[in-house]
Nanobody, 128 residues
Framework: QVQLVESGGGSVQAGGSLRLSCTASGYTASRYCMAWFRQVPGKEREGVASIFINGGGTYYADSVKGRFTISQGNARNTMYLQMNSLKPEDTAMYYC?????????????????????WGKGTLVTISS
């Protein structure tokens, strides 16, 4: 059974940085899509960034482009989201997602494709 566990959330002031981690387990595929999403209570879930594990290729939402960096860890089952120049509007629950058949990139981040596996989320709070 595929499991995703996020970590690294917390509270920082605007302009600060955080790095989120996602560790995946329970699968054997070597190339697949992973992504970060975020959601604020009362609002729709928003795609943040995606990466094709062991295949390269990253894609970002316009709202985070130039500030956030998605990357794969040395361990192939780990993914990171480095978040710099954080803004109060980045406050949200951040979720890691994975899918072994996803058309990684715009369809995932723009919400046209629903990922199969999700973590429970890690909370990011940015104060002004």
């Amino acid at each position: 059974q595929v499991q995703l566990v996020e970590s690294g959330g917390g509270s920082v002031q605007a302009g600060g940085s955080l790095r989120l981690s996602c560790t995946a387990s329970g699968y054997t595929a070597s190339r697949y899509c992973m992504a970060w999403f975020r959601q604020v209570p009362g609002k729709e879930r928003e795609g943040v960034a995606s990466i094709f594990i062991n295949g390269g290729g990253t894609y970002y939402a316009d709202s985070v482009k130039g500030r956030f960096t998605i990357s794969q860890g040395n361990a192939r089952n780990t993914m990171y989201l480095q978040m710099n120049s954080l803004k109060p509007e980045d406050t949200a629950m951040y979720y890691c997602a994975a899918d072994f058949d996803a058309p990684c990139g715009p369809p995932v981040v723009q919400g046209y494709y629903t990922m199969d596996y999700w973590g429970k989320g890690t909370l990011v709070t940015i104060s002004s």
